[in-house]
């Protein structure tokens, strides 16, 4: 598995995809249910929707890893920037530097966009996610906040 190579999310990666998914979902203790999953793989292959997919593949072609992102508006600079909502690396790619692709993949396509930042928040305590943010990206003075509705 020396080989990642880094694609837009496509219909034959959905049963990896789906356990990708839903091992992300258990890792953040979220409950989710296949009616979810399902509505988050509609928002993916939908052109009006702004949610998009990147799959990491291993030499095999098996989908080791996945990353959703969308553009966001960026006002106080007059810009548009990418913002990462989800990455998640299956545990037998981790350590091969599966998310380093799946971010500079993003950065990439946000170069090509002329986006003036990819943007994400993790968990305070994700400290394997957080070695990897640490070295790939700057961390920001800026504290996140939310209204439950």
Do not use: C
Not at 1 to 9: C, F, G, N
Not at 90 to 117: H, K, N
């Amino acid at each position: 598995m020396s080989e990642i190579r880094i694609v837009p999310v496509a219909q034959r990666h959905r049963a990896d995809w789906d356990r990708l998914y839903a091992g992300y979902a258990a890792f953040y203790g979220v409950a989710q249910t296949p009616e979810m999953r399902d509505r988050v793989w509609s928002w993916l292959h939908d052109p009006a929707h702004a949610t998009e997919g990147l799959i990491a593949q291993d030499a095999e072609g098996g989908a080791v890893g996945l990353a959703h992102y969308r553009a966001f508006a960026r006002p106080l600079s007059a810009s548009t920037g990418g913002y990462l909502d989800d990455l998640f690396v299956d545990a037998r790619a981790r350590g091969r530097r599966t998310a380093d692709a799946l971010i500079g993949a993003l950065a990439e396509e946000g170069r090509r966009r002329g986006w003036s930042v990819i943007r994400w928040i993790t968990a305070e305590d994700n400290a394997r996610a957080r070695a990897v943010y640490d070295r790939v990206a700057k961390p920001t003075p800026w504290r996140t906040y939310d209204i439950p509705l």
